[in-house]
């Protein structure tokens, strides 16, 4: 009878023993997959941003090539006027 206590009573631990190993694996999986979302978030945000920038840039040289094509046409125009009064 006192055997089967002591036996009862270890089974017992063990399996509070592992109960409490399962909880903890469980607790560092939720931990890491967390983790992983958060830097999944980060880096899609970084992302983001990235294409916004280069879209921004892209814009502004753009703008810029424009802007510059229309001071050489009017640069042009001027000179061709300066041409023809001096014919």
């Known amino acids: 009878n ?3 206590d002591t036996l009862e009573k270890t089974q017992i631990e063990i399996d ?3 109960q409490k190993s399962v ?3 469980n607790d560092v999986n939720k931990q890491l997959k967390d983790t992983v979302n958060s830097l999944r ?3 899609e945000r970084k992302e983001a ?3 916004e920038e280069l879209q921004n840039a892209e814009k502004i040289k ?3 090539h424009i802007q510059l094509e229309e001071i ?3 640069l042009r125009e001027k000179l061709e006027v300066q041409n023809g009064n001096e014919n």
């Open 2 to 4: 006192n055997l089967r």
């Open 16 to 18: 509070e023993r592992i």
């Open 23 to 25: 909880a903890s694996v």
């Open 41 to 43: 978030d980060r880096i």
């Open 49 to 51: 941003q990235r294409l």
């Open 62 to 64: 753009r703008d810029e």
């Open 72 to 74: 050489i046409n009017t």
